[in-house]
């Protein structure tokens, strides 16, 4: 699985145009690619996805059920609008609005609850990591999940070292297969669906998916170019 988090960025006719051209990426069928556009364009994204096999996504979803919540969407708004995904709990909406493991399970929930699978994001930081507690932060980023009864078999947990976003360093190749048998581990589901995110671009992508126990990427910064996205998924399929 190859998605795309095209974050805050993309003018509506940029964004249209950037959808054509992901349509026009050749794929295996076996190969799940997605892209999650601002939540502005979800809505004219839909139509040039109609009849394609990309599967589009929000960015991010509330818990909520229709009310007073200004500014906010729903999970249901965002399966009524074509979605089939959610990322929940990027680390940029952790670190600017607060958001905890905790906070988001009603969001976890009610995206299960459409039939759309979440895409949760974990990750540490640099300190984290050099103080040797990126496997346990990353397992407490976890816990939430199972504690709360989810049915993680439906989610799909994207690993993103925080330090490695937008950096244009990827995480080495050991402390990926590293943290993708942990974050296996805690959630008891050998098959679970575990992406790696964090500067994968065509230069990095061989590497990253050279990676015992990695499922595919959540890809930022590339996604906003079809020929950069297009060749991530091509090093994807040649792996
Ligand atoms: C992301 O923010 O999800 C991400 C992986 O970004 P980038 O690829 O730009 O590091």
Partial sequence: MIIG???????????????????????????????C?????????AHVLE???????????????????TGCINADMAHDAGCSMAILGHSERRARF????????????????????????VGETREER????????????????????????????AYEPVWAIGSGLSATRADIEE?????????????ALVLYGGSVSPDSADEVFS???VSGAL????????????AIVAAWERK
């Fill in 5 to 35: 988090n095209w974050k805050m960025n993309t003018a509506r006719a940029d964004a249209i145009a950037l959808a054509e051209a992901v349509v026009g990426i050749a794929h295996q069928p076996a190969t799940r690619v997605g892209i």
């Fill in 37 to 45: 556009p601002p939540a502005l364009w979800i809505d004219p994204i």
């Fill in 51 to 69: 009849s394609s096999s990309i599967l589009l996504g929000a960015q991010d979803c509330i818990g909520d059920q229709f009310g007073a919540q």
């Fill in 98 to 121: 607060g958001e905890t493991s905790e906070s988001l399970l009603p969001a976890v929930a009610a995206v299960l609850e459409t039939g759309m699978f979440p895409v949760f994001c």
């Fill in 130 to 157: 050099e103080s040797g507690r990126a496997l346990d932060v990353v397992a407490q980023q976890l816990k939430p999940l199972l504690k709360a009864g989810l049915d993680v078999s439906g989610i799909v947990i």
């Fill in 179 to 191: 943290m993708h048998a942990t974050v296996r581990d805690v959630v008891g589901r050998a098959d």
């Fill in 211 to 213: 990676a015992e126990g």
């Fill in 219 to 230: 890809v930022g910064g590339a996604s906003l170019k079809a020929d950069k996205f297009a």
